[in-house]
């Protein structure tokens, strides 16, 4: 059996922008990818501190340490610029994995920098 787990998390990550006219997706800096074991176009999901909602999408990769936070596509309806947010990946791990899984947690600075894991 298979069970689905917090692989990773960003917490408390800023809103920098909420851009309609692209296609979909999230745009994270780099280096919180980097830091929280997220990947180019792995599924994750948001959680918005402001309003309490959920949404999934993909991630595209942005500038490093440009502390770059933006809902693309129908995702920018969802959060605007200046949300905090908390941004979860998930994997499947086999009962023996679960065990000793311990998921990778990136708490931010208000710029969008990673201040502790």
Not at 16 to 35: P, Q, V
Not at 65 to 72: E, F, L, P, R, V
Not at 78 to 83: E, L, R, S, T, V
């Amino acid at each position: 059996m298979l069970r689905v787990l917090m692989k990773s998390k960003i917490h408390g990550a800023t809103v920098t922008e909420a851009n309609l006219k692209y296609t979909g997706s999230i745009t994270i800096d780099k280096n919180l990818l980097r830091c929280s074991n997220i990947c180019p176009f792995e599924r994750v999901q948001i959680v918005n501190l402001h309003n309490g909602t959920r949404v999934e999408t993909y991630v595209m990769e942005g500038k490093a340490g440009s502390g770059t936070i933006c809902m693309n596509g129908a995702a920018a309806r969802w959060a605007q610029a200046g949300d905090k947010v908390i941004i979860i990946s998930y994997g499947l791990f086999g009962e023996s994995e679960t065990k000793a899984h311990k998921p990778k947690i990136v708490f931010v600075d208000p710029q969008n920098r990673p201040k502790k894991t």
